[in-house]
């Protein structure tokens, strides 16, 4: 049995590892006319199938090369980046692959040596309008290449940080004051303004402002916006675990995309992006950050929520919001040599690459979830809540010609599936979310009532999820 697991595993690293095509994205993206998803200039629907890659600037030219070939192999077409990293445990923040520095110079004018502990940071910290050209070409570069291979870049020109401290650049844009912030605001925009493959981040793990931290952030948005002419002008953000973008009661009203946020099972990411879908007015919706691969009891430990099988997070993300998702490693987003090489290929990486070919095979841009937006409740089960942890998720599209449902680890018996909404001539399948491999549900699907799925028991991982599809004419 070991063999032949470790059979199917090669088997499946080389499916993923085959050379892909990158689509024919004709970007920058839009908003599609009812503005649920996200469209290219063609108006062909654009899933957001993304992966963080927070670090990646402080990767050489060829390590940053190796993560984007292996994200396209893996069919993700975004990834989201910090243009500046500063977090502690990250890749010698805040150089990049060629150990340039972002700034030139300290606010009282000297040299910077790149150093990211202060004794006043009023003084000593970098002045944000004393750009290092070395390092910003260096970065010039990278965006261009993602923008050549089809990859949306989800990018903060300045990550706040988790309660506004060392893990982001919150500091330095108080200690620059809101002049010096907008003027580097407006600098940023104008470097891209021809950048077709961005999406502008806001905020970062941070939600909750006070006067000062509030004014620093606006000034920074102020200089985003300021510059005409932009090719990239949606906005989204990461605010507080259990926070929608457009929630923030602060800046929810500069966004056009609606990331949803949580890392805590205790706001579950089913009932974030569903709130997110749910959202008035009305915008794209997908999950942005949630409990990381490999970062839970089997990893870094750095989240205890991030149990595994942690694919379910990202199923219930997408089917919540039908936008997409974002997933990450614990271990890959520092970008530490040689760790993160060392996990690219996990079996949630492999997951990921089922969940993605899943979606391209569908009309996903159709599906409407479950009791949202005139769709009827898909699962028959007054028990069938989206704070349990085995809470079904459904989607299915208006015209009644497709349903999707996936059944976590923790379900326990058949699901009751309303069948009403249907086109009469139906087919049902079994997904397994760890190999890809349908199997067919026999027995009559005739008739308008509720139908009963069992699913087939273990997985190919030996664990219980399952995807239910249903096509229908």
Sequence with gaps: MKSLRRFAFAVLLAFVMMPRSHG???????????????????????????RTAWCVISQPESGYGKFLEN???????????????????????????????????????????????????????????????????YLDTFLARCEREGVVVFL??????????????????????????????????????????????????????????RTAEAALIRGLKSVPGQQSILYTAESFSGENANENADFGHEMTINGCYTWDTNRPVAMVTRRGYAHQPVMPAFLLEEPYDEEGPDGNNYNRNATQPVRRFQWWGWLGTVGGYVSGNGYIWPFIDPLWQQHLNTQTALDMAWLNTFIKSIPWWTLVPSGLNGMKALIVDSENKDTAPGFVAASASKDGSLLIAYVPPAHVGPIAVDLSGLKPRRTARWFDPTSGQYRTISGSLKGAGVHEFTPPGPNSRQEADWVLRIDAK
């Design 24 to 50: 024919a994205w004709v970007l920058p993206l839009k908003l599609s006319e009812d503005s649920r998803y996200l469209v290219d200039q063609r108006n062909t629907p654009f899933p957001i199938l993304g």
């Design 71 to 137: 994200t396209l192999a893996h069919g993700h077409n975004a990834i989201e980046v910090s243009a500046l990293c500063h977090w502690p445990m990250g890749n010698h923040p805040p150089f990049n692959g060629e150990r340039e520095q972002p700034f030139l110079r300290r606010l009282n004018g000297e040299a910077w040596d790149g150093k990211l502990e202060f004794r006043d940071i009023r003084t000593e910290g970098p002045d944000l309008l004393t750009p290092n050209e070395n390092y910003w070409r």
């Design 156 to 213: 903060f020109p300045a990550y706040l940080g988790y309660d506004f401290k060392e893990q982001g650049w919150g500091q330095e844009l108080i200690a620059n004051g809101p002049e010096k912030t907008e003027a580097y605001g407006a600098w940023f925009a104008t470097r891209y303004r021809q950048r077709k493959n961005l999406i502008w981040m806001l905020l970062g793990d941070f939600g909750k402002f006070n006067a000062t931290q």
